[in-house]
């Protein structure tokens, strides 16, 4: 595809409840990331790749979070024992090269715990 | 880390006046300094990047400039249309051993009058 598409859309999970949110970069881009938005915030970072090594982790919240990309492409963010508070949107951006270049994200995941 | 900080939350404009949104952030080591448009529910896109090694860009009625020894830098939309209502966040690069990763500031929302 052109952009950068993430499914499902929307996603309401009762608490406890695992989720799995995808993110299909644009082809042929190496740095992927995963950003939280809660409402009326700006994302906030949790993970990112290069290629299928997670460079860094730092921003995931808790241990019930987990992302993967084995193959370099396609990413994988998984939440176990969703809370409440892990209700927002989360966005996948992928990006060419990497640093000093624009990231393109996707359309998020609005994910909602109830 | 890199700290984003960006004023004001709201912005209110009279159609036709300018816009003005300042950012600050920490980390003398930021190069890249992109600025996102994100509409109602939707994804942000870029829509003006800086690099360290310039003081102003322009492109038509957005410019942004940098001024790195007080690490501040600001978006200015000049001739402002109905358009231009959305949440426009600022970032800066973050750079570590585990490679880098886009602070956002808290975002603004501009509303433009008609």
């Known amino acids: 595809g052109a952009g950068v598409s993430q499914s499902p859309r929307y996603k309401v999970a009762k608490r406890g409840q695992d989720v799995a949110l995808r993110c299909d970069p644009i082809s042929g881009h190496v740095s992927l990331f995963w950003y939280q938005q809660a409402l009326g915030q700006g994302p906030e970072f949790l993970t990112y790749f290069q290629n299928e090594a997670q460079l860094d982790k730092s921003g995931l919240p808790s241990d019930r979070f987990f992302a993967e990309r084995p193959e370099g492409s396609v990413s994988t963010l998984k939440i176990q024992r969703t809370q409440q508070e892990d209700s927002a949107v989360y966005l996948c951006a992928s990006s060419l090269k990497g640093q000093n270049t624009e990231a393109f994200f996707g359309q998020g995941t609005r994910l909602t715990v109830v | 880390g890199e700290n984003v900080e960006q004023h004001p939350s709201t912005l209110s404009v009279q159609e036709g006046d300018s816009a003005v949104i300042k950012c600050t952030y920490s980390?003398?080591?930021?190069?890249?300094f992109p600025w996102y448009k994100q509409e109602l529910g939707k994804r942000p896109q870029l829509i003006i990047d800086?690099?360290?090694?310039?003081g102003e860009k322009k492109d038509q009625r957005i410019a942004v400039t940098l001024n790195k020894t007080a690490k501040h830098f600001s978006l200015h939309i000049t001739e402002t249309q109905p358009e231009d209502s959305a949440v426009y966040f600022c970032a800066a690069d973050e750079f570590n051993t585990g490679g880098f990763k886009t602070i956002f500031g808290a975002g603004t929302r501009l509303f433009v009058k008609a």
């Open positions: 800086i690099r360290s090694n310039v």
């Open positions: 980390d003398s080591a930021s190069n890249y």
